[in-house]
């Protein structure tokens, strides 16, 4: 039997998850969470095998969850499901723990292949990030600017983008503000920008957020 705990923030995706996989013997829904910190805890309870986890949540998104569930419970797989395509978030993901990342587009059934695959300790790769992986590995040059930002100055950008201050986004990921103030000014630096209001149109631009 394979544990499985559900992390969104729309119930409404949580419901029916639970019941889809309800429908199948060898899985079992044993959590739900709504946001980040909810996953931490649901991690630490010890109670999954897999978590299944959006990555646009509030308080503490799927990308800071996924950083600090894996630096505790490095063995436990965790599987993104998210809305944004793969091109965007799946292999910077995967090279921070995630199992596998899956596009909420994707088949009913691809879900439970993926969920079985990661509870084995595989990574589950699907056609899309596969091809993702191959452009990386020959050096795709032409890569969106933002693709060339850490993992900390990509969610500092996303943040700014979406409206959030520079304290606010401090008190949000631990940092001070001084630290939050010096990754703004790289994101700016390497997309050749000059405004947060430039940023929030690139990353609009490039369907980063909605």
């Known amino acids: ?34 946001n980040g910190r909810e996953a931490l805890e649901l991690a630490r309870s010890g109670e999954v095998d897999v978590l299944l986890m959006d990555l646009s949540m509030p308080e503490h998104g799927g990308i800071d969850a996924l950083q600090a569930i894996k630096a505790r419970f ?16 799946a292999t910077q993901l995967m090279r921070h723990g995630a199992s596998g990342y899956l596009n909420k ?14 509870a084995r300790g595989r990574r589950y790769i699907s056609p899309a990030v596969a091809e993702l992986l191959a452009d990386n590995a020959l050096g795709d040059a032409d890569k969106p600017a933002h693709e060339a930002l850490s ?3 990509l969610q500092v950008f996303l943040r700014l983008a979406k409206g959030e201050t520079v304290g606010a986004i401090a008190e949000g990921m631990f940092l001070s503000v001084k630290t ?3 990754y703004r000014s790289r994101v700016l630096e ?5 405004s947060n209001s430039d940023l929030t149109y690139y990353a609009l631009k490039n369907g980063l957020i909605q």
């Open 151 to 153: 993992e900390r100055e």
């Open 1 to 34: 039997m394979i544990k499985v705990g559900i992390v969104d923030d729309h119930a409404i995706v949580r419901t029916g998850l639970r019941q889809f996989l309800g429908e199948h013997v060898d899985l079992r829904v044993t959590g739900e969470a709504n």
């Open 74 to 89: 490095p063995d436990l797989a965790v599987l993104i499901l998210s809305g944004f395509p793969e091109a965007q978030y």
């Open 105 to 118: 587009e994707c088949a009913p059934e691809e879900i439970v292949e993926a969920i079985r695959v990661v």
């Open 180 to 182: 939050v103030s010096t």
């Open 190 to 194: 390497k997309l050749k920008l000059a």
